[in-house]
């Protein structure tokens, strides 16, 4: 028998602590957002702001552009992985998608490890002659955050791609090529609209990801100005609740709109990642 | 193990390691700003568990960072005392984040030293200067002054902390614009000097950074003499340190307790235990100049730089320089960074 | 060798980009696995390798390192007790309900991390004992890791199997709740331990909500390999780095046996 009574019973733990810490917190964070000196403006008027504006703008553009990487290579990797067989396969696909997990504070010293001052690049340069005050070092740029960023991207949109890419039917590209397809046409008119909602998907995750990436911007430091980094400093450096609050549900609004989009437009069984 | 008899024990783990916390809780007290390679502070937490039972974490905030934490935290404070630069006590007194409290041994110390209220007191000083690893300098000469580092000899081996919130970092920026004839009012000489610095492409680390000149990641660091020494004498790394031809200053560095901090007894415990014989005595151990000047011993005296090149040094003024922390804050944000 | 596509040239490329992009991924992580054995990076391997740096990571930290393992075993057995009662509820509740109810689950997951935290100070941060206690942090996780275990346990309770196995039950006399712990659960046993693993590796990693939930005395691994990064020696923090690849490492491999990786954001 289902009876109503039960089934709230089961619901009842997960929604109390979730009412609790979570919409209470929210509504909060709301009103504080409002106790600035603007008040409820603030919404609006940092939307307005320079400042604001210019660092929303440049996290889109890294968010976007890091997504399109991302997308293209995962693309042509993801589905020779899923076809291909050699001696080394299940290695290398081991090696593609381990760092799922890695926090962002780590891939930014992975980063550093690759391109800060005494990375490999840097010192490659130096072997070949440089000497240290020309070392090639872009850690700590917009260049270090989106090779950071390319770095925990990769992993998941492979295994997605990788996981439709399994599905595809084979059939059609056979009939493509009896057709007199060359390879490169069947790539694109045939594997490349079967992936479609693959590469959707991920890339929608990919995109919110790096919206709110914080971890790496963090441990990278000084010159960078994506929003996370901004609602911390004005959280911690200049004390400002009300528009770190503001950012904040901004941005959170934001992702949670792009991941219900990626939801409704490949249904939930691409996109139970996130 | 049925499923309610597991929920039954680890209810009981949670209470009594939450319970076993708070029990804790008396012995603790938390600092701002402590960070261990720092003055030696690792040393001084030790002694302080030792001596004094109380258990203080580190904490590698700068003063910038120390005093925006305490600012956020105003309504429901975290830390119980904090150390800042001397020019960020005045700054913190301001932002009514600081309680006055007047140390057992308060009348030892030098006026120019101490809050007249006692908001805050100094607790050591140090001299700026530049901190540098000879080996990672390789061939290149030691730098003798300000002059010397705008030389693209020095290119990208040349660091210092930022003054947008570190206290040293504004401490650079005054000794510069002090040596090239500037006030502590007109800052375009010591802001016009970084801008011009910064074609020799400098590393600007935010927090401590006393482990990368050891390492050789930043061989030459605007710090200060007690770091260095310490480098020298304690840790045998190829380090020296240079006080600028051109002049450099002299700052303390102070203490206070927080406003409604949580462990406010512990706090005044910790604060009078600096002060005491067995605390300078670390400081001065540590090389850095106590603030009851009778706690250096000779012998560590002698490790210091002749007293000629001391001279120097000016110290600093350290109302004035609260006055313009502020500007030298913005101004290198704005025209540098 | 099977090729992938009919052109040979083709192929080598993809296997080209493939394996550079292995490299990318991988090196680094070599990289930092020898530095923090090494005794002087800028001297590089001349100068030998040292167990020092890994020791002296565990004398500073290891109340960090230990705080974390503990938070996230509690993580990990809150949310099996809340995702499982929670996906068996939704299972009897009606999809447009069950839908709406799972997208609002997760949403602290597609909230940044820092806004998480600071909504959670701004609400709580006023209780003094409990802001500076390990469950303020406690909290967050459970909150950021409950989607996961619920996904995970629901993909399986939806099976139809089940559905014919708890009306046999039903019809034998159990009533809900024994249906419940008898028939259902057993039955997501699989899902459960896969829900588990994940939730345990992202809440030892999480560090953007915890960097604000933290308090001095209740440092977590990633806040103190954050402080490691920018106080200390670049061996410190890649010794560091390899205690933390050598606590997640096992778990990541033991996901991707059982076929269930996180995908979910970890940052």
């Known amino acids: 028998m289902r009876t109503v009574g039960w089934t709230r019973v089961f619901l009842a733990p997960a929604l109390t602590v979730f009412a609790a810490f979570f919409l209470v917190p929210l509504a909060r964070l709301f009103a504080v957002g409002a106790a600035g000196p603007s008040g409820w403006a603030a919404y609006v008027e940092v939307l307005h702001n320079t400042r604001y504006l210019q660092s929303f703008l440049s996290t889109l553009a890294l968010a976007g552009s890091v997504t399109i990487c991302t997308l293209c290579l995962c693309a042509v990797c993801g589905v020779y992985l899923s076809r291909a067989s050699f001696a080394f396969k299940p290695l290398l696909t ?150 770190a609050a503001v950012l904040s549900l901004w941005l959170g609004l934001l992702t949670w709109l792009v991941l219900i989009l990626a939801r409704s437009a490949t249904g939930s069984a691409v996109a139970a990642a996130a | 193990m049925e499923r309610r008899d597991f929920v039954q024990v680890a209810g009981v783990a949670a209470i009594s390691l939450g319970s076993g916390s708070l029990l804790a809780q008396q012995s603790r007290a938390v600092c701002y700003n402590c960070p261990p390679e720092w003055a030696d502070w690792g040393g001084m937490l030790r002694l302080l568990a030792k001596d004094l039972n109380l258990q203080v974490p580190p904490d590698n905030k700068n003063s910038g960072q120390a005093l925006a934490a305490l600012v956020a935290e105003k309504a429901k404070p975290v830390a119980d005392v904090v150390y800042l630069g001397g020019q960020v006590g005045p700054q913190a007194r301001e932002a009514g984040v600081l309680e ?199 012998e560590v005296r002698g490790r210091f730089l002749p007293d000629e090149d001391y001279r120097r040094a000016q110290p600093v003024d350290v109302v004035r320089l609260a006055a313009s922390a502020g500007t030298i804050a913005k101004r290198y944000q704005a025209e540098v960074a | 060798m099977a090729l992938a596509t009919t052109s040979r040239l083709l192929d080598r490329a993809a296997l080209g980009l493939t394996v550079a992009l292995a490299l990318f991924l991988s090196v680094p992580v070599v990289l930092s696995i020898l530095t923090g054995l090494m005794v002087n990076q800028f001297q590089g391997f001349s100068a030998g390798f040292s167990l020092r740096w890994v020791r002296e990571v565990v004398e500073q930290y290891h109340g960090a390192i230990l705080l974390s393992v503990w938070i996230a075993t509690l993580t990990v057995l809150i949310n099996l007790v809340l995702g499982t009662l929670l996906a068996h509820g939704l299972r009897r509740t009606r999809v447009q309900w069950a839908r709406a109810l799972e997208e609002m689950f997760v949403m602290p997951v597609a909230m940044p991390g820092i806004s998480l935290g600071l909504a959670m100070i701004v609400s709580y941060g006023a209780l003094g004992g409990f802001r500076t206690h390990w ?34 039950a039903a019809s034998l006399g159990a009533g809900p709740w024994r249906r419940l712990v008898d028939v259902v659960m057993p039955n997501c046993r699989n899902a459960m331990v896969a829900g588990s693993l994940m939730v345990f590796t992202l809440s030892i990693g999480e560090f953007n909500m915890t960097l604000l939930l933290h308090s001095p005395f209740t440092p977590t691994l990633p806040v103190g390999l954050a402080d490691a990064y920018a106080s200390l020696r670049i061996e410190v923090g890649s010794a560091y780095t390899l205690i933390f690849f050598v606590l997640i490492v096992p778990l990541l491999v033991a996901m991707q046996f059982l076929g269930g990786s996180p995908r979910g954001k970890a940052l």
């Open chain 1, 94 to 243: 081991a090696v593609l998608t381990l760092p799922l997990a890695f926090p962002g504070v780590v891939v930014g010293f992975l980063v550093i490890m690759l391109g800060g001052r005494q990375g490999v690049v840097a010192q490659a340069g130096q072997a070949l002659g440089g000497d240290p005050g020309s070392a090639v070092v872009f850690a700590y740029s917009m260049t270090g955050l989106f090779v950071g960023y390319l770095y925990f991207s990769i992993p998941r949109s492979m295994l997605t791609v990788m996981a439709t890419a399994d599905k595809l039917d084979r059939d059609l590209e056979e009939a493509a090529r009896t057709l007199g397809a060359s390879a490169f046409a069947v790539a694109r008119d045939v594997i490349l609209p079967g992936i479609r909602p693959a590469l959707v998907a991920s890339g929608a995750i990919c995109f919110a990801t790096a919206m709110g990436a914080f971890g790496t911007a963090f441990t990278l430091a000084t010159k960078i100005n994506v929003l996370p980094m901004v609602i911390y400093s004005e959280f911690t450096l200049q004390a400002n609740l009300a528009i």
């Open chain 2, 100 to 298: 006055a409290f007047k140390p057992s041994r308060w009348n030892e110390i030098p006026a120019g030293q101490k809050d007249p209220e006692g908001f805050w007191f100094a607790i050591h000083s140090g001299t700026l200067g530049f901190f540098v690893n000879r080996t990672a300098l390789g061939k290149r000469p030691l730098p003798k002054g300000w002059n010397d580092l705008l030389k693209p000899d020095y290119q990208g081996l040349v660091g210092y902390l930022n003054p947008g919130s570190a206290a040293v970092g504004q401490v650079g920026v005054i000794a510069v614009n002090l040596a090239l004839g500037g006030s502590y009012e007109r800052l375009d000489p010591g802001i016009g000097y970084f801008k011009k610095l910064q074609a020799n492409k400098p590393i600007v680390p935010t927090q401590t950074s006393y482990a990368r000149v050891l390492s050789g990641e930043i061989p030459i660091l605007l710090d200060y003499d007690f770091n260095a020494y310490r480098a020298q004498y304690k840790d045998g790394a190829p380090t020296t340190f240079v006080i600028p031809e051109e002049g450099s200053l002299q700052l303390p560095y102070v203490m206070g307790l927080v406003r409604n901090s949580p462990n406010p007894e512990q706090g005044r415990r910790l604060l009078d235990f600096v002060l005491s014989d067995a605390g300078q005595r670390h400081w001065a151990n540590a090389f850095l100049r106590p603030v009851i000047a009778q706690a250096m011993s000779a």
């Open chain 3, 135 to 168: 469950s303020f942090i406690l909290v967050g996780h459970v909150l950021f890791t409950l989607p996961f275990m619920m996904r995970a346990v629901l993909a399986v309770m939806q099976a139809q199997r089940l559905d014919v196995l708890e009306e046999a």
